[in-house]
């Protein structure tokens, strides 16, 4: 039997949740949120059930450095806008200002990380994205991956 998020106990615990938020942009405006808008219901299921939601996506294809052109920002921005309360956005995918995002969540409240594609481990080989994957479970309790199958629970 296939496990879904209903089957989880996510009150009060910090739920990573690999979302395809890849959306098209023209000069920083998004041009179309439909993968924004189909991440809605996974994203809300976990929140109104008390979950610190932790939203992972990448933008884009940067080559393992930071670049304003494929920052999450206008995503986090138009998340927010969708569900009616700010989302902030970390400055990095894995450094101090994720640690502190992630630690100043609220049960019910979801943030981003800035865009995963930002640090060479997670385009890299196995060994290095293993590295990001044990990096990031320091703070996890929960991993989903609605990346391919937005709004399944």
Known sequence: MIRGI???????????????????????????????????????????????????????????????????????????????SQVPLAADVCGTSAQETIAALTDGQIAMLENVRFDARETGDASARQELAKAWAKHVTHFISDKFCPGFG
């Open 6 to 84: 209903d089957d989880l106990e996510v009150s009060g615990k910090v739920v990573f949740v690999r979302c395809d938020l890849n959306v098209p942009l023209e000069a920083g405006v998004i041009t179309d949120d439909g993968r924004i808008r189909a991440s809605l219901p996974t994203l809300k299921n976990l929140a109104d059930r008390g979950a610190r939601v932790v939203v992972l996506a990448h933008l884009g294809r940067p080559k393992g450095t930071p670049e304003a052109k494929h920052s999450l920002a206008p995503a986090a921005l138009r998340l927010g806008e969708l569900l009616g």
